[in-house]
């Protein structure tokens, strides 16, 4: 990654070339039965799932950006966010990202960009009115942290291999039946290519799961030792999780689809199947990693 004064994490960085390196060979098998499987529907295949991926990729900070509802601000529409940016970023010693706002009363933050030149950092309105300017710091330091280690590329691109399973399937589907017509080995192919597809992004879910909350500790660790304040950072997580009770459950399911993203989850893991199945470590994790900094901090 590029060399910043955010501490390196030599743990998230193996954890990311693993999860890449199997859900990249989840995926070569998964298109290699397909074509196995639909012969005239390979050509289809390869050129939209190549496409779909690289537009992903290419286009990922507009896109999340669009989604989350961002708008770039200038400094001096938001000149407390951006003079936060400014010093966290030279404290970093990184390159500044665009600095945008949403229009949401979800408190919340993100980072999206495939790499440090093209990265965005958003915080919502909500979020904004409802901290203190170290706490804000300390969510922002977060979210920064997320572009340095160059995590937010790879969750965007393994969030997306999740999706394309079921696109893949749509399209092979759609060709099979279109070469085969009526031929008995139809049924058999509308059999094993959902189910192919279901196993493929079950794996891959549980995977990007995983990587999800260890690069949410991993921020944690790098905000707090870079801002040298982990009780802002476990002030704001306190803050943001506790206002999140006070949202319309409407506007949190509405958010729910951006966890991945987010500094703290729209809807709390306890609300979740299990803790597996959560983009984020509990609260009571994250708080308690934020306690062992604090006394470290303050023995050193």
């Known amino acids: 990654m590029n060399r910043t004064r955010f501490a390196p994490d030599r743990g998230l960085a193996s954890r990311m070339v ?8 989840l995926y070569v098998v998964f298109v290699g039965v397909l074509l196995v499987l639909l012969r005239g529907a390979w050509p289809l295949i390869v050129i939209i799932a190549g496409g779909l991926f690289i537009a992903q990729f290419w286009f990922s900070d507009k896109i999340a950006a669009f989604s989350m509802g961002a708008r770039e601000v200038t400094p001096e529409e938001y000149p407390q966010l951006h003079g936060t940016v400014d010093r966290l970023c030279a404290l970093a010693d990184m390159p500044k990202p665009r600095v945008a706002v949403a229009q949401s009363d979800v ?11 093209n990265a965005v950092i958003c915080a919502t309105t909500g979020l904004l009115r409802r901290l203190e300017p170290e706490e804000l710091e300390g969510v922002l ?13 790879v969750m965007t691109i393994a969030s997306f291999l999740g999706v394309l399973a079921g696109v893949i399937t749509r399209i092979g589907l759609w060709g099979g039946f279109r070469s085969r017509g009526n031929n008995q080995n139809a049924a058999i192919v509308a059999l094993l290519i959902p189910l192919v597809s279901a196993v493929v992004y079950a794996i891959s879910f549980l995977l990007t799961r995983m990587l999800s909350r260890y690069r949410e ?24 999780t506790g206002q999140m009770a006070r949202i ?12 991945a993203f987010y500094f703290a989850p729209a809807i709390a893991s306890k ?30």
């Open 107 to 117: 408190p919340n933050a993100f980072a999206t960009g495939r790499n440090a030149d």
């Open 141 to 153: 330091a977060h979210e920064l942290s997320h572009v340095a280690h160059k995590d937010v590329a």
């Open 271 to 300: 609300e979740s199947l299990s803790n597996l199945l959560s983009t984020h470590p509990t609260l009571e994790q994250r708080l308690e990693q934020l306690g062992r900094i604090s006394a470290e901090l303050n023995r050193g």
């Open 248 to 259: 319309p459950t409407e506007d949190l399911r509405k958010a729910e689809p951006f966890n």
């Open 217 to 240: 500790l991993s921020a944690d660790r790098a905000a707090a030792q870079l801002t040298g304040r982990p009780s802002a950072l476990a002030s704001a997580l306190t803050k943001v």
């Open 18 to 25: 693993i999860t890449m390196f199997f859900i990249g060979l």
